[in-house]
């Protein structure tokens, strides 16, 4: 059969790693690209990913353009965090009748924060028989997918904590840039308060799927205020350097509570200059788990391959909105891409 066609929407740190990814696979071309960057719409794909081939296919910033001529099977979107902003980049890509594989944070479980955007997504995806996914690293698999999988193999659960911790140093710019890494406490406030830096988006998602799998009926879901990590030596990264006193970077946590008890911990850590990195999943229950991956999944690579193995699958699945825990276990593609296909 003929390759799977592929439009990246977002150019950007993660498309274009996606991008060069999916380059090295195959049963599979980049037939399309759009972006909004000034410094990208024009050039050529292979410019814009930093490679030395030009790939014959232009970024542009009119999706309408690029998807009606391109033919897509699946659009990979990787432009913004909260779903009201991505929302209709996302429809414009399922008005074309292309699947759609997006790192947004909130479509990962768009039910809490948007679901009137939730249900207008699942029918425009239905009525054009594609399927639109929100995944990623984190959310979409660490403290979430893999936590919901561990919990097969218990027959009563008390409590579930997870924690991640990264060294937000080896991670891409825009990252280090939005868990305020090299700012004073004071600048840190101020950029929260007017939502100049999100810190990580998508914990209250993580906490709702893992909940909605299990059919827990929550009280609330508590989403404790962001703290800044504030460097106790000098830390640096390739582009941020942090003096002693500045931050360098954040801690997050949700809490969700079930008749008066705390069942989810959700704690995030991304720093500079963190020592230990891991994720860690508890379950108190039977049997309790205790499972520690370390050092942590890098956050980047394991995006880029999540969202790439993802490509089959979301083909083969049924048309409308769905969440990680809707898809088959997730699995790596190792082979030409068109073999995964049903
Ligand atoms: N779920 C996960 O685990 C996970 C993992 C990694 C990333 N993410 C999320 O994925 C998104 C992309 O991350 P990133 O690091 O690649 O960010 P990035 O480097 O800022 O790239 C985003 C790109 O999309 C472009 N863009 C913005 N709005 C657009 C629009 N309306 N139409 C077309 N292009 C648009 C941006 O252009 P401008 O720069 O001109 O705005 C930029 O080139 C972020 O929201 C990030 O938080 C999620």
Redesign the pocket.
Known sequence: METIRIAL???????ARIGRSLLKKEGVEVVGA?????S?IGKDLGEALDINRLLDVKVA?D?DDVLSKANVDVVIH????YLRQAYP?IASAINHQANVIS???EL?YPYIAEPELAHRLDELARNNGVTVLG??????FLMDTLVITFTCVCTRIDQIRVMRVMNAATR?E??QR?IGAGLTVDEFNERLRVEAITGH??LAESASMIANALKWKLDRIDVQPITPVIAQVPVESQVIKVETGQVAGLHQSVKCIKDGKEVITLDFQAYLGAEEEYDAITINGVPNITEKIAPCIH??HG?VAIVVNSIPKVINAPPGLMTMKDMPVPSAVTEDMRAYLD
């Open positions: 929407y977002g150019v950007g740190a993660m498309g759009i972006d909004v960057d000034e990208k910033d999706p990787s432009t913004q965090s980049q790192t947004c944070e990962s995944t990623g690293i984190n959310p979409g891409r825009p990252f939005k988006v998508g956050g980047d995006t």
